[in-house]
């Protein structure tokens, strides 16, 4: 009995270190093919992983791109008063009647800075019928100076370089826009900067451009150069500045059909004084001669005009009063055709993007008195 029962035992024993072992390398078996699971999902993931991170590259290259550029601009809304106009204009198409309400301007403006010390500017306005180029250029740094060539505004008189967003008076003044249709011209121009030096700009621009594609019509340009003198170092109080352009333009004197094409003189001369000084107050002014076209039978008319500027801004107030008069000649040598404008404006700052513009303004030659309320909204 004591025999069977210890053999019976080691039955038991024998059985059950059989069954360890078995069941011993059942778990080593799903223990391996776990691992080879694990390391098949390990491989889909790495592909996975590989795949993402090229995207986010590719990602990172579009948005390295396309970082740099802003998108800008404003929108000028008016409402007109002006008495020299008839109640009811007769052409629907040209005309605009004695009370108006009108978009000035709706400017979209697109800066991009691809690399260091490069810049681009395409700057559009899209208030009329059509959209119309106003910016399209591209600016290199070098030194202490920038390169600046395309389609930009002629660096010469202060008050076309000044953007309209600024800008107190509905319009610059007729010395302006008469000698600078646009403000803008087509050619290449450097500017020299350093603290505490005068400012030098040496620019060369197309001659004649023409009305479809602004482009010049002929080997004739302009060149122009202008210098700005800082009254103190830092420029706090102000600054004076000289400028002369001169070229010859080309000029149709006649028709499509019959034209008359001659030459005229470009020649312009300008003297310019900004002043601050005290907190708030501005007073700046310019004055221009030179020739511009005339007529068939004179090709080449002497010009002179000049303007002056005072603005004040209220302490601590979001009110600016501003003064300004400016009176052009359109041709030195015929008496009593001077073009003559007073105008007084206040405006009021809503915000740092709206603000509000009220500017009377009474005019000889022709004779005119103009109420213009504009809203601005920059974005």
Request: hydrophobic share 35%.
């Amino acid at each position: 009995m004591r025999w069977s029962v210890v053999m019976v035992l080691g039955a038991l024993v024998a059985f059950g270190s059989f069954a360890a072992a078995e069941s011993g390398a059942a778990s080593v078996e799903a223990l391996q093919a776990e691992i080879a699971r694990l390391k098949e999902q390990l491989s889909k993931l790495e592909k996975q992983l590989s795949e993402m991170q090229k995207q986010q590259k590719a990602t990172e290259k579009v948005t390295q791109r396309f970082e740099p550029i802003t998108i800008g601009g404003y929108i000028q809304m008016r409402y007109e008063r002006d008495d020299s106009r008839p109640t009811n204009e007769n052409n629907l198409a040209t005309g605009r009647a004695k009370e108006n309400f009108r978009l000035r301007r709706v400017r979209l403006d697109v800066r991009g800075t691809p690399i260091r010390g490069v810049l681009y500017r395409l700057q559009a306005d899209v208030a009329g019928t059509n959209a119309e180029l106003r910016d399209a250029f591209l600016e290199l740094r070098a030194g202490d100076g920038v390169f600046t060539f395309g389609h930009f505004k002629v660096p010469l008189l202060e008050e076309v370089i000044e953007s309209s967003a600024v800008r107190w008076t509905p319009e610059r003044a007729r010395v302006s826009t008469v000698l600078f249709p646009g403000e803008r011209d087509r050619g290449i121009a450097y500017t020299w900067r350093k603290q505490g030096a005068p400012e030098i700009t040496l620019g060369l621009f197309s001659g004649t451009r023409t009305t479809q594609t602004q482009d010049s019509l002929t080997s004739r340009k302009s060149w122009l150069v202008r210098i700005v003198q800082p009254l103190d170092k830092q420029g706090k109080l102000g600054k004076f500045w000289v400028g002369r352009m001169d070229g010859i333009g080309r000029r149709n004197f006649g028709t499509d059909a019959a034209p008359n094409i001659l030459n005229f003189d470009r020649e312009r001369t300008v003297v310019g004084l900004t002043l601050t000084p005290i907190s708030g107050l501005t007073i700046r002014g310019e004055w221009v001669d030179g020739k511009d076209f005339g007529t068939a039978a004179n090709p080449t008319f002497r010009v002179r005009g000049w303007y002056a500027l005072v603005g004040y801004k209220l302490p601590n107030q979001p009110f600016t009063l501003y003064a300004k008069y400016d009176e052009y000649d359109p041709n030195r040598d015929v008496a009593g055709n001077t073009f003559k404008r007073n105008a007084l404006g206040i405006q009021y700052d809503l915000n740092r993007s709206t603000r509000m513009n009220l500017t009377w303004e009474n005019q000889d030659n022709p004779d005119a008195t103009i109420w213009t309320f504009q809203t601005q909204v920059r974005f």
